[in-house]
């Protein structure tokens, strides 16, 4: 039987030495649902609703948690956005035992969200679903990315790299300025699709003698199971969707570790790219101070940046920064950008 807010997973939390649910101890009735929408996927997190401070619960318990696809309506269309949509906030609402009307806020960042038109079409796909007192906020998946490296506090900037990639800022004032983001065809060759596009690039110039030799024809190959690369064009047209280009990216980097110049310099060019994006978000905001050494976070996100290999792409990212801005902490999260959403909305509904 439902019980707002006090549903079958937050009774377990209680269980486990939690104590009732109530605002003396941190929670209040009502949950938070925080989305995040890349190109590849969405994630959704259901947590309880407590009020935005510096301290939350750690961990932060997580009542309910779903996985859907994409709901970049710019890769995959409105209809099926907005039914990946649907159908990540009914399976984290089941798993948390709660029901629409326990909902307090919603927050969700996605992919493609660059201009107020965008906000206000998701905002009022968010608003069907829910009771008209659920408070919803449509940001760019930056911006929640941001927020699961500053727990919730719009501060500093965030770089994003996975199948896509982004640098967004914000100053003690609400100033926000971006870099990059525009998708592959506008130059984020720091992105995954970046990355692995050049790779395939230098494979086809490799072949037809435009450019040298590069041990990423055999190692491409090989992992898609082509035979030549005159196959790699069917391969690539029959679905240039964003997300199965970006899926090349390892055999770049093992490419790179192997040695090959073309794949390193691959990396080492995506490297600076996304250094640079992060650089002018940072002076347009003066975040680095007058004398340009003043502390401020930079949150680091994605598969690109956060994949552990031996040629580091992260690391790399990291040094170049550093090299432009000393004070600059990078900042590897402790909690999915999910979460980050959701705290965001705990912010916005605070204040």
Request: proline share 5%.
């Amino acid at each position: 039987m439902r019980n707002p807010h006090s549903n079958g997973n937050l009774r377990k939390l209680e269980a486990d030495g939690g104590g009732e649910a109530t605002e003396e101890n941190g929670f209040v009735d009502g949950v938070i649902l925080g989305l995040d929408g890349g190109a590849t996927s969405t994630v959704c997190v259901c947590v309880p609703s407590f009020p935005f401070g510096d301290r939350f619960p750690e961990p932060l318990p997580i009542l309910g948690r779903a996985v859907a696809g994409c709901t970049n309506r710019n890769s995959v269309g409105e209809t099926a956005a907005r039914d990946s949509l649907e159908q990540v906030i009914s399976e984290a609402l089941v798993q948390s035992g709660s029901d629409k009307s326990d909902v307090r806020g919603v927050c969700l960042g996605v992919s493609g969200v660059n201009h107020p038109s965008d906000q206000e079409k998701i905002e009022n796909w968010i608003r069907d679903i829910f009771p008209s007192h659920v408070k919803v906020y449509v940001q760019n998946d930056a911006i929640v990315a941001l927020a699961s490296g500053t727990m919730g506090k719009l501060h500093g900037c965030v770089l994003i790299a996975g199948t896509g990639c982004i640098a967004y800022g914000f100053d003690g004032d609400g100033k926000e300025a971006r870099a990059s983001g525009g998708g592959p065809i506008l130059g984020d060759w720091g992105s995954g699709y970046g990355i692995a596009a050049q790779a395939l690039t230098a494979v086809i110039r490799a072949h037809d003698g435009r450019g040298a030799q590069t041990i990423l024809t055999s190692t491409i190959l090989k992992a898609l199971g082509l035979s030549s690369p005159d196959e790699l064009i069917g391969w690539t047209y029959a679905d240039p969707s964003w997300a199965r280009i970006a899926a090349l990216v390892p055999q770049v980097v093992s490419c790179a570790e192997a040695g090959d110049e073309i794949s390193d310099k691959i990396l080492v060019d995506a490297a600076e790219d996304l250094a640079l994006s992060v650089k002018a978000v940072v002076q347009r905001l003066g975040l680095c101070g007058k004398d340009g050494t003043a502390s401020f976070p930079v949150v680091m996100v994605g598969g690109v940046l956060n994949a552990n290999q031996k040629w580091d792409i992260g690391k790399e990212v990291s040094k170049r920064i550093n090299r432009y801005f000393p004070g600059a902490q990078t900042i590897i999260p402790k909690v999915e950008p999910a979460v980050g959403a959701a705290l965001l909305a705990m912010n916005f509904l605070s204040s």
